[in-house]
């Protein structure tokens, strides 16, 4: 299964996707085109602590995390 | 100054008891899931960024509450402390640090800030700086540890 991580103040909330089921697949795509469209920055987990930020949906990640746009503190 | 006592009839005043218990047992329960919804919140924000930590800023991490990140750009060394605030300090090669501030928007537990903070540094330094407020450099010993 396949995970969008969303950070929110409840820590995150989780949405996990068959990457195998197109009606799954769909659904995640407009999740990933709803947050990235509201500001959220997308990033995909490689190996060993590594990630690489994404612009385009990629339904073969086995976990993307959302997190809101960054501001100066 | 004179306070009068005002006698209230038994079937007024055990009703308006019972009532104030009730509101207060009600307004102490709400406290105790908030906090508990507030420490659930702060565990999985710590969870998620051991997580995605490289091994070495897992344990760095572990053993000291912050880690180090190397910018995607430069190559320059970033510690990350568990603050909300100024937390991200630039380390240069003489031991000067330079503190940046900056993180998501929103009330985010500390763990999910760390996180985001990582990311942003590792893939996409310059424009992460870009909109971040800088300190002044400053040779005070290094925070967090």
């Known amino acids: ?73 | 100054m004179r306070f009068d006592v005002i006698e209230l009839p038994l079937w007024v005043g055990l009703p308006t008891v019972f009532l104030l218990c009730l509101l207060t047992c009600a307004l102490v329960l709400d406290h105790v899931r908030e906090a508990s919804g507030r420490r659930t919140a702060i565990e999985k924000g710590v969870a998620l960024l051991k997580h995605w930590l490289s091994p070495a800023q897992l344990a760095q991490y572990q053993k000291y509450g912050y880690f180090e990140v190397r910018g995607g750009d430069s190559g320059k060394r970033y510690r990350i402390g568990p603050t909300h605030q100024m937390n991200v300090d630039e380390l240069n090669e003489q031991g000067m640090r330079t503190a940046w501030c900056f993180g998501p928007e929103g009330e985010l537990p500390i763990g999910d800030v760390m996180l985001a903070q990582k990311i942003a540094l590792e893939n996409d330094e310059q424009a992460t700086l870009a909109l971040a407020n800088r300190g002044n450099p400053d040779q005070r010993p290094l925070r967090f540890g």
């Not at chain 1, 509201?38 to 385009?56: P, Q, Y």
């Open chain 1, 1 to 73: 299964m396949a995970k969008q991580i969303v950070m929110d103040a409840t820590g995150d909330t989780r949405h996990e996707f068959d990457p195998a089921d197109a009606a799954a697949v769909s659904n995640a795509l407009a999740r990933f085109k709803a947050l990235t469209a509201a500001g959220f920055t997308a990033a995909v987990r490689r190996d060993a602590g590594t990630s690489e930020l994404i612009r385009e949906f990629d339904p073969s990640a086995d976990e993307t995390v959302f997190f809101p746009r960054l501001r100066g503190g």
